[in-house]
């Protein structure tokens, strides 16, 4: 779906805190689409990586967040290291993921989680999990 692109819509600060967060320069990409073909969760994604970047070179922040691109990233690197324009996007999807947590947005609420859930989950990937999607 085209996004609307205006004044109102474009963020600069977010743009700003995503290179400082990141320290990737994103304006270096110029859309080859390489890192979704690399990336093993691209099947789970709304939107691939390529798309994440351009709309954050737009300062797209709400057309950003609201995909679950981010969330989904594996922090795998397997974009980043094939990458021909050499930038880190597991590093801008972090970015982009803690720029969400700042504003004290949970993608899970730890004490919501189901009592057999927590039961069963590996103590590691429930650490994971918690590190990588609450505040
Ligand atoms: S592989 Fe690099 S240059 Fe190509 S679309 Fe992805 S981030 Fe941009
Ligand atoms: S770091 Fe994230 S976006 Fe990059 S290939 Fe891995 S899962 Fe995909």
Redo the contacts with the bound molecule.
Sequence with gaps: MPIAISEKTIKREFIEKIASLSGQDIN?????????GACPMSGEMDAM??RI?RMAQLGLEEAVSETRTCWICASCHS?TV????G?D?ARVMEAIRLLTLRKNENMVEPSKMPAETVKEMPQIAMVSCFRKLTS
């Design positions: 270096r990409c110029f859309q080859c689409g390489t890192c979704g990586p390529r970047i974009c094939n990458c021909p324009r930038i996007l």
